[in-house]
């Protein structure tokens, strides 16, 4: 996008707009909700999250002062646990199954309690665990994102040679690089990845895996995990796509996340086409920034749009506006945009002013790449296919994240590389081994479309 930017909110207000938006409990506080909790025999907040963390265990352990073991319990059953307390869906997971909610219509703030414990122990520079007792074996794991660090943690306790291969600068994926800004920034992350490291696992960083790659991986290492997650932003396919004024959002939110404000590209007024999470996440920081008017455009019904319903509530607060059953037909501009064409439910055609606009509409799989480089099988979807110890059509090979179940949460793909660890360590010694948090052994989820546009 050219060098025309809306004019700046003062920095001071932008900075505020982009605080934390569950900001951090103090002890008081944190002691005062944790007393709030009944820590319930047979939990159904544990259930509800995707890595079973013993929610009353630690937040026991915080109510009695001893909050560097209610953090060891977090990080035991989810490697990204300081991550997962700012941008999971607590409504629709452990807190939406708190019981509290229906004794005095407000749930325990499990997210935040689970923050203050994480943060704890991450600000202090605590190691909460050691490598194991060196086992001989290597593994290689391809990605650096929540599947991938949690795998790589698992495995280094077991006393694996481990090494993640990332093709980015920094390590962490999409928590690293995706997540709004006002959920969390990139040193929570980054932290996460520090506590990896302690464990002897070895970062390649700027290295993309390209065929010659992958077969010197296969030399080195006993096994190979992807945790890939998924490929480049979908393409409209209408005229003016290429113009210029037209961002993927994801590359959107990589530039808010340095926090250089004024070096982020923004219109005045701008589209952002699709209604998931990215795309509110997109709207919402777009707004913040400064942005004049920002118009979330979606060819279904607000019924249909695949965000929680608690961001399209934010979306709402922060005065974006929505153009339901809208679909875009053409992006207007010479060199640069100038509006969109859309067309209605009934087939009226109409023109947006705008002068920029984000894409938010999913993302490709990689399955040519697992195909062709990998040779490992996809599915009609395109992606890859794992059985219940999340191994691929190729013994040596498993995988986990948003390549196998199609665009989920963190959380989930973190739960991911935990069961990948048990399925590669039982591959390769014959011995069956569960972690924290592995109650049963659940097979993947069921594969969620993340383009349902």
């Known amino acids: 996008m050219a060098n025309d930017y809306c004019t700046p909110l003062d920095i001071t207000q932008i900075e505020q707009n982009f605080a934390d938006l569950h900001p951090a409990m103090s002890t008081p506080e944190a002691l005062q909700e944790a007393n709030r909790c009944l820590y319930c025999y047979d939990a159904p907040c544990m259930h509800a999250c995707p890595t079973h963390i013993d929610v009353p265990g630690f937040i026991k352990r915080i109510a009695s002062g001893n ?16 991550s997962c307390a700012r941008v999971c869906p607590v ?8 019981v509290e909610k229906t004794l005095v219509k407000k749930p325990i703030e499990i997210g935040r ?3 203050y414990a994480t943060d704890h122990t991450l600000s202090n520079g605590k190691q909460l665990f050691e490598k194991g007792e060196s086992n001989g074996k290597s593994v290689g794991i391809i990605g650096s994102g929540p599947a991938g660090l949690s795998c790589a943690t698992y495995l280094a306790r077991l006393g694996y040679d481990v090494t993640v291969y990332e093709k980015r600068a920094m390590a962490g994926g999409l928590d690293t ?13 980054l932290s996460e990845v520090e506590q990896v490291e302690k464990l002897g696992v070895k970062f390649v960083l700027n290295t993309e895996i390209g065929e010659e790659q992958a077969g010197s991986l296969r030399s080195e290492h006993d096994a190979i995990f992807l945790a890939t997650g998924l490929g480049t932003t979908n393409r409209l396919g209408i005229p003016g796509e290429e113009l210029d004024g037209v ?10 996340k340095t926090r250089n404000w004024k ?5 005045k007024n701008i589209v952002v086409l699709g209604a998931g999470n990215t795309a509110v996440d997109a709207v919402t920081q777009a707004k913040r920034l400064g942005a004049e008017k920002v118009t979330l455009v979606y060819r279904r019904t607000e019924k249909d749009a695949p965000a929680y319903d608690y961001e399209m509530e934010l979306a709402r607060k922060d005065g974006i506006e929505f153009r339901w059953l809208t679909t875009p037909i053409e992006i207007l501009g010479d060199d640069r945009v100038s509006g969109m064409r859309v067309s209605d439910a009934d087939g009226n055609v109409s023109d947006i002013d705008c002068d920029q606009v984000i894409k938010a509409i999913g993302q490709t799989k990689m399955s040519r790449f697992y195909n062709d480089v990998i040779g490992i099988e996809t599915d009609e979807k395109g992606r890859v296919k794992v059985n219940e110890r999340m191994q691929t059509s ?13 665009g989920a949460e963190a959380v989930d793909a973190s739960q991911m590389g935990k069961h990948a660890a048990m399925g590669i360590h ?9 972690f924290a948090g592995a109650i049963v052994r659940d097979p993947p989820k069921a594969p969620v479309d993340p383009n349902p546009h």
């Open 91 to 98: 409504e629709v997971l452990c807190e939406g199954a708190c």
């Open 263 to 267: 070096s982020v590209p923004l219109g």
């Open 426 to 434: 039982e591959m390769l010694t014959g011995e069956a081994i569960e």
């Open 67 to 82: 909050v560097t073991g209610a953090a060891k319990l977090i990080f035991d059953a989810n490697p990204i646990g300081a």
């Open 113 to 115: 309690l689970q923050r």
């Open 247 to 256: 961002v993927d959002a994801l590359a959107f939110i990589e530039q808010v």
């Open 177 to 189: 690089y995706g997540m709004a800004e006002y959920k969390m920034s990139q040193t929570v992350s």
């Open 394 to 406: 190729d013994a040596k090979v498993f995988a986990g994240g948003d390549c196998v179940n199609g």
